[in-house]
């Protein structure tokens, strides 16, 4: 088996789905399947079990991947000492959201372009939720993204900032909000809420604390979506203060006065803790550290 075919499985065996790993890698999914059938062959051995609902890995899966996982990480050190010179080559690939990608990014990537000219960052751009799940499962080497509640021992952050999250609502649709007396009724005011991620966990705290069932109205990918929505006078949202402040849409909408308030992000870089040992990451790490 080559490189490539262990990347695709040792991506299967972090997501353990099928179409995710054939969309992730850009692959169909039947060469996904025929790859693995593939190695499934060549190791002797059935890798996953599979049935119409679930995809686990066997015990000689699990062993396949700890090599894969170690195999790749040598082969990435190897290229790195076969550069010849102290110059940094190659690429670095990165996810993060688009207001990351404007707000936070331009600063650190124009320091890393003068200090390592040689090296591309290969960036792309997404819900904010999907980055610890790209990053654990190889899709990319380095996130910038919230700080989890329960950091992995497996990974490594360094806060950059900090922003609020706020409850937004459209100016330009009062009625959206339906008051029950002072305070907002959330059993019928509307509400768009995050398909996943810790926004969405903190908002689900936030009500059950307050024992309230809210009126959902929609569940989205990304706080940009949720801004575009909440303009639109479809429901009220939670979103990061700043991904609000660098909205087009940020004069369309204001800010609740809820209490109590959701705990801030604590937005910063991550990555897997042996990634350090690459000296461009390392390089990128050690640029983006604030001064």
């Given at each position: 088996?080559?490189?490539?075919?262990?990347k695709?499985?040792?991506?299967l065996a972090?997501?353990?789905?099928f179409?995710?790993t054939s969309?992730?890698?850009?692959?169909?999914?039947?060469a996904?399947?025929?790859?693995i059938?593939?190695?499934?062959a060549?190791?002797g051995?059935?890798?996953?079990?599979?049935?119409?609902r679930?995809v686990?890995l066997?015990?000689?899966g699990?062993?396949?991947?700890?090599y894969?996982?170690?195999?790749?990480?040598?082969?990435?050190e190897?290229?790195?000492s076969?550069?010849g010179?102290?110059?940094?080559?190659?690429?670095?690939?990165?996810?993060?959201?688009?207001?990351?990608?404007?707000?936070?990014?331009?600063?650190?990537?124009?320091?890393?372009?003068?200090?390592?000219p040689?090296?591309?960052?290969?960036?792309?751009?997404?819900?904010?939720?999907?980055?610890?799940?790209r990053?654990?499962?190889?899709?990319v080497?380095?996130?910038?993204?919230?700080?989890?509640e329960?950091?992995?021992a497996?990974l490594?952050?360094?806060?950059?900032?900090?922003?609020p999250?706020?409850f937004?609502?459209?100016?330009?649709f009062?009625?959206t909000?339906?008051h029950d007396?002072?305070e907002?009724?959330?059993?019928?005011?509307p509400?768009?809420?995050?398909e996943?991620g810790?926004?969405?966990?903190?908002l689900?705290?936030?009500?059950?604390?307050?024992?309230?069932?809210?009126?959902i109205?929609?569940q989205?990918?990304?706080?940009?979506?949720?801004?575009?929505?909440?303009?639109?006078?479809?429901?009220v949202g939670?979103?990061?203060r700043?991904?609000?402040?660098?909205?087009?849409?940020?004069?369309?909408?204001?800010?609740?006065?809820?209490?109590?308030?959701l705990?801030?992000?604590?937005?910063?870089?991550?990555?897997?803790k042996?990634?350090?040992?690459?000296?461009?990451?390392?390089?990128?790490?050690?640029?983006?550290?604030?001064?």
């Amino acid at each position: 088996m080559d490189m490539e075919e262990l990347k695709l499985f040792r991506h299967l065996a972090e997501s353990l789905h099928f179409g995710k790993t054939s969309r992730a890698c850009h692959v169909t999914p039947s060469a996904l399947t025929r790859t693995i059938q593939r190695i499934e062959a060549e190791v002797g051995e059935l890798l996953f079990d599979r049935d119409n609902r679930s995809v686990r890995l066997t015990r000689a899966g699990e062993g396949l991947k700890q090599y894969a996982e170690e195999t790749l990480e040598r082969w990435k050190e190897l290229k790195n000492s076969l550069a010849g010179d102290a110059t940094l080559h190659g690429d670095i690939s990165l996810y993060c959201s688009v207001t990351a990608a404007y707000s936070i990014l331009p600063d650190i990537l124009g320091r890393f372009r003068k200090a390592c000219p040689e090296v591309q960052i290969k960036l792309q751009t997404g819900d904010a939720a999907q980055g610890l799940n790209r990053l654990r499962n190889g899709e990319v080497e380095v996130i910038i993204d919230a700080l989890p509640e329960k950091k992995p021992a497996s990974l490594e952050f360094m806060p950059l900032t900090e922003t609020p999250l706020e409850f937004i609502a459209p100016l330009g649709f009062p009625e959206t909000v339906i008051h029950d007396g002072p305070e907002i009724d959330w059993r019928k005011t509307p509400v768009i809420v995050a398909e996943q991620g810790l926004s969405r966990e903190r908002l689900d705290r936030w009500f059950a604390a307050k024992k309230i069932l809210p009126n959902i109205y929609a569940q989205v990918a990304g706080n940009e979506a949720i801004i575009a929505m909440v303009s639109l006078g479809c429901g009220v949202g939670v979103v990061p203060r700043l991904v609000l402040e660098k909205s087009p849409l940020q004069e369309q909408i204001t800010v609740l006065d809820i209490s109590p308030k959701l705990a801030p992000f604590s937005l910063g870089v991550c990555t897997v803790k042996k990634n350090l040992r690459n000296p461009k990451i390392m390089a990128f790490w050690e640029i983006a550290a604030p001064k």
